[in-house]
Structure formats: C-alpha cells, structure tokens
C-alpha cells in the first residue's frame, strides 16, 4: 500500500520560513515525479512546485519563485519543499503528491498527473 506522509507544518510569523518534508512508503517513485500542491480556504487546491526525478527537473508556481525550493533524497524516497520569507497568502493545508511513471515538464504542475497523494499539512503564516 502506498502512503505519502507530509510533516513540518505550523504556524510562523511573515517573513519566516518553515520546511516540509513527504515520505513515501510502498514503492519507489524514482523514476517519476513528486510535487506539492496547497489549498486554502474557500480556494481550490493549486501547484505549488514539482521535481522530475530523471533530470533533475524542477518548476515552481509564480507566486512562490525565489522563496521556495523543493527538493528530494531518492535513496529516502522523501522530498522536502523549503519555505522562506513567507506571506500570509501562503496560509494553507498543504499536500504532497507522486507519479511512478514518467511525465513530460509541461504537466508537472497538473493535479491530473499525480496518482497519489498524502493527508495534507497546515502551514499558517500570521503575525
């Protein structure tokens, strides 16, 4: 069975910075993708950032370029997403997503690419 576990969420101050991690179990997803998704209240779920394990290939939302960096560790089948100078607009329950098979860069940012997911996390950035 797969499961994806995301941890390191909390609540922060703006301008702070937190780091989520994701361990999957059940399979190796090193030949795929992972990514992070967030969704707020009243919002629907949007990407965040993904990384393509073959190539090293990373992409990022706009809103989140320059503060926020996602990266992995193959061998833990884990990947983290590295938060900083956060905004209140960053306030969300954040979830990590996996595809085993390969995709092309154009989707890593697409919900419909991932095959699993895991609970979600809560991330409030607030003063």
Request: charged share 15%; glycine share 12%.
């Amino acid at each position: 069975q797969v499961q994806l576990v995301e941890s390191g969420g909390g609540t922060v101050q703006p301008g702070g910075s937190l780091r989520l991690s994701c361990a999957a179990s059940g399979r190796s997803f090193s030949s795929g993708c992972v990514a992070w998704f967030r969704q707020a209240p009243g919002k629907e779920r949007e990407p965040v950032a993904a990384l393509r394990w073959s190539g090293g290939n990373r992409v990022y939302a706009d809103s989140v370029k320059g503060r926020f960096t996602i990266s992995g560790d193959n061998a833990k089948n884990t990947v983290y997403l590295q938060m900083d100078n956060l905004k209140p607009e960053d306030t969300a329950v954040y979830y990590c997503a996996a595809r085993a098979g390969r995709i092309v860069l154009s989707a890593l940012l697409a919900s419909t690419s991932y095959d699993y997911w895991g609970q979600g996390t809560q991330v409030t950035v607030s003063s």
